[in-house]
């Protein structure tokens, strides 16, 4: 096993990497939703439904 010391600048609060995975797996929601996360969600990658005015959908390039 190799461990690696990151600058403290690079995780968030001062934190080492596997304190914030500790914290991560302690604080995990019960449920999960599937999602997608898109790069270079911009305005014209997104379907709008005239009617509703509401997100049908998302363009992935």
Same mark, same amino acid.
């Given at each position: 096993?190799?461990?690696?010391?990151w600058?403290?600048?690079? +995780?968030?609060?001062?934190?080492?990497?596997?304190?914030? #995975?500790?914290?991560?797996?302690? $604080?995990?929601? @019960?449920?999960?939703?599937?999602? +997608?996360?898109?790069g270079?969600l911009?305005?014209?990658? #997104?379907l709008?439904d005239?009617? $509703?005015?509401? @997100?049908?959908g998302?363009?992935?390039r």
């Open positions: 096993m190799v461990s690696v010391r600058p403290l600048a690079l +995780v968030g609060g001062g934190q080492l990497p596997g304190s914030l #995975v500790a914290e991560l797996l302690a $604080t995990r929601p @019960a449920g999960e939703d599937f999602v +997608v996360c898109h270079d911009a305005t014209q990658n #997104v709008i005239p009617e $509703t005015l509401t @997100a049908s998302v363009l992935l």
